[in-house]
């Protein structure tokens, strides 16, 4: 009897963890249903051009713990554009399924991995996605993989920038990821005690920024810690020529208020590297997870973790939608009762909080 064929592939920017998902589909893949595993090579395009690898149990072993992805990443908006409009894409991913004659594909990859995903399933292939980014922001999922890790790398070195704001008397402002959703500025900020912490989702009014930091020095102390999510816009701020919120804030608060700060951008450190212990479990449960499905024959879903248990949703439900932080987080609201500042007046954005 052939052995039924399971293509891998993971697309969109890089994230800890996705070699352990890798991991954990084949693995579960080989030992419990004889399946052949094919890594395809820089996303969906990998397929079109006969791009893979066989994974065998010995490809497969020492990934648990390695930093970004055997199977290479793309952008594939091209692609799924192409797929859509049935043009030469769409016949020769068509002529190469059926030449390597794939049972199933798992998608690994963001939220535009997943409207892909969810392009192909609607033609007809067999497709399962497994959502992941450090933003946390895929919607029908408790959380993505990679996001504890960014988490922990982010507030670590926050940590880190706390004694130098308090020896040198500064403010400082950290820019961390998150482009629409600022979860990762919210729970990083939180765990190393920001004293302002700036969401795309709520916006920012600079002069509760510097009202917090006032306080502060009335106080008796004479540092703070802005946390700051890149995804944020300001009023003034031009983002035309590329001017970040963390750059844009500092300049305003020394030319408006006299307050002199200095910036730290993390960058690409918060999403590379070996997963968090969490996150290796995670993809563990979710790469598993994903191979029983295979077996089930349930396709066009995406792997979700909803109330600490696996589950799925339909690939469609996904399309076009983002989980960003809501105004009523619990984590604002007790940073809120802690005098935490998210540059923001609360009771202007009252119907927002009652969403």
Same mark, same amino acid.
Request: a negative charge.
């Given at each position: 009897?052939? =052995?039924?064929?399971?293509? *891998? ?27 052949? *595993? ?10 079109? @051009? ?27 908006? &091209?692609?799924? #554009?192409?797929?859509? #409009? +049935?043009?030469?894409? &769409?016949?020769?991913? &068509? ?14 990859? +963001? ?12 033609? +007809? ?71 302002? *912490? ?15 930091? =006032? ?14 999510? @890149? ?9 035309? =020529? +590329? ?46 997870? &994903? ?56 009771? =202007? *954005? ?6």
């Amino acid at each position: 009897m052939t =052995k039924k064929r399971i293509g *891998i592939l993971s697309s969109g920017g890089d994230a800890p963890g996705i070699n352990a998902v890798i991991r954990a589909i084949g693995k579960t893949g080989i030992a419990t249903y004889d399946y052949e *595993i094919l890594g395809f090579q820089d996303g969906f395009t990998g397929i079109t @051009e006969r791009e893979y690898d066989i994974l065998g149990k010995d490809k497969l072993s020492s990934l648990l713990s390695r930093g970004g992805t055997i199977l290479g990443s793309s952008r594939d908006k &091209a692609f799924r #554009k192409s797929l859509q #409009k +049935g043009d030469e894409t &769409a016949k020769e991913f &068509a002529k190469a399924w059926k030449e390597l004659d794939l049972e199933a594909l798992v998608c690994i990859g +963001g939220n535009g991995t997943q409207k892909t995903a969810a392009t192909v399933s609607s033609l +007809g292939y067999n497709v399962i996605g497994i959502p992941k980014t450090i933003d946390n922001d895929v919607w029908g999922t408790d959380e993505t993989f990679g996001f504890d890790t960014a988490v922990s790398i982010a507030t670590e070195l926050i940590d880190r920038i706390h004694s130098t704001a308090q020896s040198h008397k500064r403010v400082i402002l950290v820019e961390v990821m998150g482009h629409d959703a600022g979860w990762i500025a919210l729970h990083a900020g939180m765990a190393s005690g920001a004293d302002v *912490i700036l969401l795309p989702e709520l916006g920012c009014d600079p002069e509760i920024v510097a009202d917090a930091i =006032k306080a502060r020095y009335e106080e008796g102390k004479n540092y703070a810690i802005i946390v700051v999510a @890149e995804g944020l816009r300001m009023e003034g701020q031009d983002t035309e =020529k +590329g001017e970040s919120p963390s750059a844009f804030l500092q300049n305003w608060l020394r030319e408006h208020v006299g307050i002199d700060s200095r910036t730290t951008v993390l960058g690409y450190v918060q999403r590379g590297g070996a997963p968090s212990s969490h996150d290796r479990n995670l993809c563990t449960r979710m790469g598993a997870y &994903a191979a029983h499905l295979i077996h089930d024959g349930v396709y066009g879903v995406m792997v979700s973790l909803r109330n600490g248990k696996m589950t799925h949703i339909p690939l469609s439900e996904t399309n076009g939608k983002l989980k960003l932080v809501k105004p009523a987080d619990e984590l604002i609201n007790y940073g809120r009762q802690m005098e935490v500042s998210f540059g923001v007046d609360f009771a =202007k *954005i009252r119907t927002k909080l009652d969403d």
